[in-house]
């Protein structure tokens, strides 16, 4: 059901194909909730993660994921390595399966640097988030989440909200939830919502009380501050003011709605404080659910499924 040597986009797979991946990571989670979290199944396979921007959650779990299935894990970042030298990304990868790499996981800010380095290489390769493109395991760990949650994904309304201009974690949303059945409603000031995003499917709205009516999840967004030197928006203040989410705003949503968050975070801007350490908020369980995720990558994209 996976046919594919990489996973670079949500946009090209099929509603079958993702919902096999999210099967594929239920059993995973049973093994992280073991007390021995270990299994043997990627034996003898090597895990390389190559990181061009800061990451916590992403590099993290892919690590944890390849060492609980006993694959050798090490992590390259652009700063410590020879790229800080000026070594091209096609020369890394090629020296990272030299190295006897089976699968390279890449976080790159130029939109496309995955499918360039999966051209160039026989290794699997993952996109852990490039530029403003895609961000394919965050939207497969989120669809996981609300899955698990709530039981399936088709007819749920998903509020995404906010900096969608510069976030790949909601485009892959968008692709995602979208193919799986969702309707998908995108909120945020003009400045902040990619031209033509209506024609991904979604609702756009630009006031956040509508887009939060009636909404089974809601996706606050990172204002991602360190893109921000167009000033597309008044102030940090005025932001919050417009698009965070309170308590009161919490209250136009589904009594059941799921809070989600896909960090770092920035309290006080895009969510309160409260809301996101409250019981809402499945901001830690979607963290936890990564590894999982990204287990089920690993084995299926390493050849591990053979082994089996
Ligand atoms: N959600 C996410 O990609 O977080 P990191 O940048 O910490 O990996």
Redesign the pocket.
């Known amino acids: 059901m996976y046919k594919y040597k990489d996973l670079l986009e949500i946009r090209t797979l099929s509603a079958e194909e993702i919902g096999f991946l999210l099967d594929t990571a239920g059993p995973m989670k049973e093994i992280i909730k073991r007390q021995i979290k270990k299994v043997p199944t990627l034996r003898g396979k090597t895990v390389v993660t190559l990181f061009y921007?800061?990451?916590?959650?992403?590099?993290?779990s892919f690590e944890l994921a390849a060492k609980y299935m006993s694959a050798d894990a090490i992590n390259i970042s652009g700063s410590s390595s020879s790229v800080a030298k000026g070594e091209s990304l096609y020369d890394t990868g090629r020296t990272l399966q030299s190295l006897g790499a089976d699968v390279i996981v890449l976080?790159h800010p130029m939109a496309g640097a995955p499918e360039l380095l999966a051209r160039s290489v026989q290794a699997a390769v993952i996109n852990?988030?490039d530029g403003a493109h895609e961000?394919p395991t965050?939207a497969l760990l989120d669809m996981f989440t609300v899955r698990e949650k709530k039981g399936g994904l088709a007819g749920l309304r998903v509020a995404i909200v906010g900096d969608v201009l510069h976030s790949r974690?909601a485009r892959s949303n968008i692709w995602g939830f979208t193919k799986m059945g969702a309707e998908v409603r995108v909120c945020g000031p003009a400045t902040l919502l990619p031209a033509g995003v209506e024609e991904t499917g979604a609702l756009v709205f630009h006031q956040l009380d509508q887009a939060l009516a009636g909404a089974d999840v809601i996706m606050m967004l990172r204002i991602q501050k360190e893109r921000q030197q167009q000033g597309l928006f008044p102030g940090l203040r005025e932001y919050a003011r417009l698009y965070g989410l309170n308590e009161r705003r919490l209250a136009l949503a589904a009594g059941d709605a799921l809070v989600m968050h896909?960090?770092?975070m920035n309290r006080g801007v895009e969510i309160t404080a409260a809301i996101a350490d409250s019981n809402r908020a499945v901001i830690e369980e979607q963290v936890t659910n990564g590894v999982a995720v990204r287990m089920a990558l690993l084995y299926l994209l390493s050849g591990g499924g053979a082994q089996a």
């Open positions: 921007e800061n990451s916590t959650r992403t590099r993290g976080r852990a988030g961000h965050q974690v896909p960090g770092p």
